[in-house]
């Protein structure tokens, strides 16, 4: 089975803090993806990457940055959190450019930030 | 305007009982459909995935149905167990890949 594991269920941090989201795959899985999820307003894309080193911006990138080093591990950067980031972060991975492939969910971050 | 309306935006079950929720999306070009299933304080996990040419799939007591035509999806639960008791996130697919969600089913089943 696809596992996709993220470093934190639950966070806290203080606003103006760099956060760091961390997201690890073990499925060789091209694709990377970050999404935050709020009530009333179903899941929106931040960030995702198709390779190495390489990333585009989703829908709602502004206060986000990503990082991808290795095929497996695709981190989400809040360079200063703010209140209005307090959310549900879920990362997900898939296989290859296009095509029907699902996307595989890790658990997600609960992150508040005071 | 959300390209992707689900209906109802929750519903309440009796364990045992079927019920069918909707799925009507605006999305072209069109590619897939998908419904998921996430159970609280869980991530989303995929239940089917259909494209263009089928217009219906099932997974043990879960089966999608796809309308092309009229842009319509819909997810029967047969024969609900309190298990079911889950938000259904119905996701589609346009024509360069980029995922549209709905804002999810919320179902409750009680015994």
């Known amino acids: 089975d696809v596992k996709v594991t993220q470093s934190s269920r639950y966070l806290v941090k203080r606003t103006g803090e760099k956060v760091f989201l961390e997201c690890v795959q073990d499925?060789?899985?091209?694709?990377m993806f970050w999404y935050r999820q709020d009530p009333g307003l179903g899941l929106r894309l931040i960030y995702f990457s198709y390779d190495v080193k390489m990333k585009e911006k989703g829908d709602i990138p502004e206060g986000y940055s990503v990082s991808r080093e290795k095929k497996e591990r695709f981190s989400l950067i809040l360079e200063s959190a703010s209140t209005n980031q307090t959310s549900m972060y879920l990362c997900a991975s898939s296989f290859h450019r296009g095509g029907n492939q699902p996307q595989h969910f890790g658990d997600g971050t609960r992150l508040s930030i005071l | 305007k959300n390209q992707v309306e689900q209906s109802p935006q929750s519903l309440i079950i009796l364990e045992g009982k079927n019920c069918t929720l909707q799925?009507?999306?605006?999305?072209?070009?069109?590619?897939?459909l998908r419904w998921y299933k996430q159970d609280t304080g869980r991530g989303p996990v995929s239940l089917t995935i259909m494209t263009f040419s089928e217009n219906t799939k099932s997974n043990g007591r879960y089966t999608a149905t796809l309308d092309a035509d009229t842009k319509q999806s819909s997810l029967h639960i047969t024969a609900s167990q309190l298990s079911d008791s889950a938000s259904y996130i119905c996701?589609?697919?346009?024509?360069?890949?980029?995922?549209?969600f709905g804002k999810g089913n919320q179902v409750v089943v009680i015994p």
């Open positions: 799925c009507n999306y605006t999305v072209s070009p069109f590619s897939n």
């Open positions: 499925m060789d899985h091209e694709n």
């Open positions: 996701v589609v697919a346009g024509g360069n890949n980029r995922l549209a």
